[in-house]
């Protein structure tokens, strides 16, 4: 007759091998999951450095400044064309009226806010 025993190993043996079965095949899922993902992320590296190159090139000086030429007509600021305080004052206070009393212009803007004491 067959022993207690050798049911129990024979039980024993058949559950470790079903389990190591389960577990290979989790794990080579895994491993392929793995895989899949470090592609994915050498794909996305590729892609920030080609990014990265393009941004490179397009933030060019040269090239901006040839651009803002060319298509929007940008110039160098001359020395004619910086300002300083008093002359922006003078600058804003032409759109006022003499019976505006707050000297608000009709742009919502307040001269008085950048005035110098005894100007």
């Avoid at 577990?23 to 992320?41: F, G, M, N, P």
Wanted: avoid cysteine; charge should be neutral.
């Amino acid at each position: 007759m067959i022993r207690a025993t050798t049911v129990f190993w024979v039980l024993l043996a058949v559950f470790a091998g079903v389990s190591m079965f389960v577990v290979k095949h989790q794990v080579r899922s895994l491993e392929s999951d793995l895989q899949r993902l470090e592609r994915a992320i050498v794909a996305e590296q590729e892609e920030i450095h080609v990014l990265a190159a393009d941004w490179s090139y397009l933030n060019q000086p040269a090239r901006l400044d040839g651009l803002g030429r060319r298509l929007i007509g940008l110039v160098p600021t001359t020395a004619a064309q910086l300002i300083d305080f008093t002359g922006l004052r003078r600058a804003l206070e032409s759109p006022f009226s003499n019976n505006n009393p707050d000297r608000t212009p009709t742009n919502g803007l307040r001269v008085d806010a950048a005035v110098q004491t005894g100007d």
